[in-house]
């Protein structure tokens, strides 16, 4: 049974730190590509960073570049989210989910993957 599962989220304050957790289980990494999603209220799901299988490459949302950095561990089954600089408009709930197994690469579209996570809320605030 495939399972993704998010934890580390919490209320910080503008300009802190945060690392997300998103353990997997029931896949083997080498096929499937892992990336991050968020979802502000009212506000469609968006795509914020992803790591590919194989070659490790990445993909970060503009609006992330150099704040954020996507990592696994594969012998813990865990992909790892660091965002550092975080500001109010990175709040919303986010997402790790599975890429579907017919793609190569990252990508940023909800449509392509398969399997998430049910969420862990990331609130920015003074």
């Known amino acids: 049974q495939v399972q993704l599962v998010e934890s580390g989220g919490g209320l910080v304050q503008p300009g802190g730190s945060l690392r997300l957790s998103c353990a997997y289980s029931?896949?083997?990494?080498?096929?499937?590509?892992i990336g991050w999603f968020r979802q502000a209220p009212g506000k469609a799901r968006e795509g914020v960073s992803c790591?590919?299988?194989?070659?490790?490459?990445?993909y970060y949302a503009d609006s992330v570049k150099g704040r954020f950095t996507i990592s696994r561990d594969n012998a813990k089954n865990t992909v790892y989210l660091q965002m550092n600089s975080l500001e109010p408009e990175d709040t919303g709930v986010y997402y790790c989910?599975?890429?579907?197994?017919?793609?190569?690469?990252?990508?940023?579209?909800?449509?392509?993957?398969?399997?998430w996570g049910q969420g862990t809320q990331v609130t920015v605030s003074s």
């Open positions: 790591i590919s299988r194989g070659d490790d490459s990445t």
């Open positions: 989910a599975r890429r579907r197994r017919m793609y190569y690469g990252c990508s940023a579209y909800v449509s392509e993957y398969d399997s």
């Open positions: 029931g896949f083997t990494f080498d096929y499937y590509a």
